[in-house]
Nanobody, 121 residues
Framework: QLQLVESGGGLVQPGGSLRLSCVAS????????MGWYRQAPGKQREMVTI???????NYVDSVKGRFTVSRDNAKNTAYLQMNSLKPEDTAKYYC???????????????WGQGTQVTVSS
């Protein structure tokens, strides 16, 4: 079984920063993709950023220049550094992992429980 544990969410003022962490644990063969999605009330879930095992990254336009995704392959951990936060960044953030685990031949999608980020004065 693969488990994802997210941390780092909270309340921050506009212009502030937060760093989210996502740790994947269990028996894991490989993690081709790690990333972050977010969903605000009444809105569709959107991809914020993804990073591949080879280092390729992709960001939604609204966070480019402000958010940075990174991963530590040795620790099976992904990070999302969020700077210059805006009220419109307020959402529940979900860690996403595409992984291969022993006993399952195909890659599977895994989701964290979500961590709330609120940007407000």
């Amino acid at each position: 079984q693969l488990q994802l544990v997210e941390s780092g969410g909270g309340l921050v003022q506009p212009g502030g920063s937060l760093r989210l962490s996502c740790v994947a644990s269990g028996s894991i063969s490989s993690i081709p993709i790690m990333g972050w999605y977010r969903q605000a009330p009444g809105k569709q879930r959107e991809m914020v950023t993804i990073t591949t095992s080879s280092g390729t990254t992709n960001y939604v336009d609204s966070v480019k220049g402000r958010f940075t995704v990174s991963r530590d392959n040795a620790k099976n951990t992904a990070y999302l550094q969020m700077n210059s936060l805006k009220p419109e960044d307020t959402a529940k953030y979900y860690c996403y992992v595409q992984a291969s685990v022993p006993g399952i031949l195909m890659n599977m999608n895994y989701w964290g429980q979500g961590t709330q980020v609120t940007v407000s004065s």
